[in-house]
Nanobody
Framework: VQLQASGGGLVQAGGSLRLSCAASGRTFGSYTMGWFRQAPGKEREFVAADKWSGSMQYYQDSVKGRFTISRDNGKNTVYLQMNSLKPEDTAVYYC?????????????????WGQGTQVTVSS
């Protein structure tokens, strides 16, 4: 599986962005898809995940109510809609795919990673 993330950019606090992650492969629907982020000088952290094509979704507490993960299996794409952005959301955002989905919030469980897209939120 190859993943290509896009949609990052510079936005003012309170604004919105939608990230996309396009995946190759015929079995996209069976993968748990996750978004992670890494800010400068910090460790990578979990943001959101979608398991069983929307049946179960997981969010980091700090993004609940602001971010929404969704997927379009027909387009082999997972999205992260980010609203009410804050400067602390500034990071490189990565999408990832996990065949088993046993621990959707754990980065090392994921098998495939995209290249990352930069999100910068100005105050």
């Amino acid at each position: 599986v190859q993943l290509q993330a896009s949609g990052g950019g510079l936005v003012q606090a309170g604004g919105s962005l939608r990230l996309s992650c396009a995946a190759s492969g015929r079995t996209f629907g069976s993968y748990t898809m996750g978004w992670f982020r890494q800010a400068p000088g910090k460790e990578r952290e979990f943001v959101a995940a979608d398991k069983w094509s929307g049946s179960m979704q997981y969010y980091q507490d700090s993004v609940k109510g602001r971010f929404t993960i969704s997927r379009d299996n027909g387009k082999n794409t997972v999205y992260l809609q980010m609203n009410s952005l804050k400067p602390e959301d500034t990071a490189v955002y990565y999408c990832a795919a996990d065949l088993y989905g046993n621990n959707p919030e754990v980065g090392y469980e994921y098998d495939y990673w995209g290249q990352g897209t930069q999100v910068t939120v100005s105050s």
